[in-house]
């Protein structure tokens, strides 16, 4: 380089430009110098920077947030209990709603729907959308969206005792995680089984038929219809209505089973056994099953309660076994060996 500037210098002088100093002459090598350093040094700089942002996974991309950066949440797959027949698997279809409690200085998020679409979970839209920055988020939802009511701007929602359907048929995880931040941003929902799940097979002993009009249930004089559930915690609330919980069946009984008596209840507890009550042919016929055949003195959530009932002139007896099976393990009979006309 310093070659190049003399013989610049040189031929300047013979065109008769006048010849600078050997001061300048240095000066102007170590300008040229510190240029060129300085290109060189911004050249690998770049090169460096490119080199360790295309070897970064999204994990270590996402390390570079700061706290109050803002990132989506996502979603993972997560375990619902998508039949009471069956055990526990992966959800892959419909749509969930999230909710972001007020913990850890957060604004509280409710109902976000997220759906199930091409191998993922994402939000409906942006509106639905929850965001997380440095911050930890404590995270609950519940599934499928419809099946229940929430009351309004609030984690509480109503479960109502009624026919058995699978859009209906709630289910919620009170967390999506400890540790969801910006830093990690997705959330896994374990669901559980709000409702408990009463089947009746109801048949005549003999042959002809019976009309079955209605079927009543209660705990004593009273039974819960309604309840609400707080899915952040899981805790149940309401009160018991007196005289039980009318279902209208309407059904022509024979002496082959009808099992189309099949709802969906609150979780409760019948300490004073579970008075089931079938109106037939206008007359009033109950048989109480005793708590003790309950294994915990209650109808709990995520079980099916199967219950055979035989229809004998003007009473109604328990046929056999009760059969309670857990929505996630095997199945375990209560024994009834004094079945008893009431």
Do not use: H
């Not at 099946?147 to 109503?158: D, E, K, P, R």
């Not at 559980?192 to 089947?199: D, E, I, T």
């Amino acid at each position: 380089m310093k070659e190049r500037i003399k013989a610049r210098i040189q031929a300047a002088t013979q065109s008769g430009i006048q010849p600078v100093s050997q001061s300048g002459i240095q000066s102007v090598t170590q300008l040229v110098a510190r240029r060129v350093g300085c290109l060189l040094s911004a050249i690998l700089l770049g090169a460096l920077l490119s080199s360790m942002l295309s070897g970064c996974s999204g994990e270590q991309e996402i390390a570079l947030l700061g706290p109050d950066q803002k990132v989506p949440l996502q979603v993972a797959a997560s375990n619902i209990e998508t039949e009471i027949e069956t055990r526990a698997g992966i959800v892959t279809s419909g749509s969930m709603g999230v909710f972001r409690t007020t913990a850890s200085g957060y604004p509280a998020q409710y109902n976000a729907q997220y759906t199930y679409n091409d191998g993922g979970w994402a939000p409906k839209d942006n509106a639905n959308t929850v965001f997380l920055d440095g911050r930890v988020a404590t995270l609950c939802a519940y599934y499928p969206v419809g099946s229940v009511t929430f009351t309004a701007n609030s984690f509480i929602a109503t479960l109502t005792a009624q026919k058995y359907d699978a859009n209906k048929d709630m289910q919620y995880a009170t967390t999506g995680g400890s540790n969801v931040t910006n830093l990690n941003p997705t959330a896994s929902f374990a669901m559980v089984q709000a409702y408990s799940r009463v089947k009746l097979s109801i048949k005549r002993e003999l042959a002809g038929t019976s009309n079955v009009s209605k079927v009543n249930l209660k705990n004593g004089t009273t039974f819960y219809a309604s309840r609400t559930i707080d899915i952040s915690t899981g805790t149940l609330g309401g009160s018991p209505t007196n005289g039980g919980w009318d279902y209208t069946f309407s059904k022509a009984i024979s002496n082959s089973s009808n099992t189309e008596y099949d709802v969906l209840v609150p979780p409760q507890p019948v300490l004073s056994g579970l008075t089931i009550t079938l109106t037939i042919d206008g007359v009033d016929c109950a048989v109480t099953v005793p708590s003790e055949r309950f294994s915990s003195g209650n109808l709990d959530a995520g079980k099916q309660y199967s219950i055979s009932l035989v229809i004998k002139d003007s009473a109604v007896s328990i046929s056999g076994s009760i059969n309670i099976t857990d929505y996630t393990t095997d199945s375990t009979d209560i024994k009834n060996d004094t079945p008893k006309e009431l």
